[in-house]
């Protein structure tokens, strides 16, 4: 039952940022609110699992997107009966699509030296109940930042139904020396949003000062759990499970 994505057909709404990536989402400040976008430059951005392409709304002339996506039936969905990846392509950006599990196509990208230098990585694969493990460890974090760009902002989506995946994105951005920055956009119905929950990690002092960022962040409930670090040796479910 999990959504991954929506389009309106009317073509004046097509290019809408609907479902979980929202104007006021966690990745929608990162995508228009990126020092770069903000100064009118040309953005390079990757995009860990595909679903739709709706992130695809947000990218612009000049701009580069690299989706990874590991199931190729969600690719030819994605390209058949959505236009999010064929109308930004109309719009002058350019689009790759990389299959294959995300971790291993960025490690083998380092390996090649081939870091890809985004400016937003938005890592965007926990909605199911069944999550990928090994894309929320201490060790992915170290490939994530390697493709980086100076200043880039890594956008991680935890809403589940049944995990609090905050405890552990909150672990893992200590360990790197990041704050862990909390957003919460609310359901909107008119515009086909959903109320989704973004962690932003970066040291771009620029970003998060902004004060289109700086006033929709929230503050961590008084209540939430305590932080769980996973690696890529130990990872416990029971600590963050929703009862």
Same mark, same amino acid.
């Given at each position: 039952?999990?959504?991954?994505?929506?389009?309106?057909?009317?073509?004046?709404?097509?290019?809408?940022?609907?479902?979980?990536?929202?104007?006021?989402?966690?990745?929608?400040?990162?995508?228009?609110?990126?020092?770069?976008?903000?100064?009118?430059?040309?953005?390079?951005?990757?995009?860990?699992?595909?679903?739709?392409?709706?992130?695809?709304?947000?990218?612009?002339?000049?701009?580069?997107?690299?989706?990874?996506?590991?199931?190729?039936?969600?690719?030819?969905?994605?390209?058949?009966?959505?236009?999010?990846?064929?109308?930004?392509?109309?719009?002058?950006?350019?689009?790759?699509?990389?299959?294959?599990?995300?971790?291993?196509?960025?490690?083998?990208?380092?390996?090649?030296? &081939? #870091?890809?230098? !985004?400016?937003?990585?938005?890592?965007? /694969?926990?909605?199911?109940?069944?999550?990928?493990?090994? %894309? @929320? =460890?201490?060790?992915?974090?170290?490939?994530?930042?390697?493709?980086?760009?100076?200043?880039?902002?890594?956008?991680?989506?935890?809403?589940?139904?049944?995990?609090?995946?905050?405890?552990?994105?909150?672990?893992?951005?200590?360990?790197?020396?990041? &704050? #862990?920055?909390? !957003?919460?956009?609310?359901?909107?119905? /008119?515009?086909?949003?959903?109320?989704?929950?973004?962690? %932003? @990690? =970066?040291?771009?002092?620029?970003?998060?000062?902004?004060?289109?960022?700086?006033?929709?962040?929230?503050?961590?409930?008084?209540?939430?759990?305590?932080?769980?670090?996973?690696?890529?040796?130990?990872?416990?479910?029971?600590?963050?499970?929703?009862?």
């Amino acid at each position: 039952q999990t959504l991954h994505g929506t389009q309106f057909e009317a073509p004046e709404k097509r290019r809408w940022h609907t479902s979980y990536y929202g104007a006021t989402s966690g990745i929608g400040l990162a995508l228009q609110y990126h020092p770069k976008r903000v100064a009118g430059q040309p953005m390079r951005v990757g995009l860990v699992g595909l679903g739709t392409g709706t992130l695809a709304t947000y990218l612009e002339r000049g701009d580069y997107g690299r989706f990874y996506e590991i199931n190729p039936q969600v690719l030819d969905i994605a390209s058949t009966r959505f236009t999010h990846l064929t109308d930004a392509r109309q719009a002058g950006a350019q689009i790759d699509v990389s299959l294959g599990d995300a971790r291993i196509v960025l490690e083998r990208q380092l390996a090649a030296n &081939e #870091a890809q230098q !985004f400016d937003v990585l938005a890592v965007d /694969a926990f909605s199911s109940d069944s999550i990928p493990i090994h %894309l @929320l =460890t201490s060790q992915a974090l170290d490939v994530y930042q390697k493709h980086m760009a100076p200043g880039g902002v890594i956008a991680i989506h935890i809403s589940n139904r049944y995990l609090d995946l905050g405890a552990v994105v909150r672990a893992v951005a200590a360990a790197h020396g990041y &704050e #862990a920055n909390l !957003f919460v956009n609310d359901n909107d119905g /008119a515009t086909a949003v959903n109320r989704s929950e973004w962690v %932003l @990690l =970066t040291d771009n002092r620029g970003f998060l000062d902004n004060p289109k960022v700086h006033d929709a962040e929230v503050a961590w409930p008084a209540d939430a759990r305590p932080p769980v670090l996973w690696t890529d040796d130990y990872s416990a479910l029971l600590p963050v499970l929703r009862f």
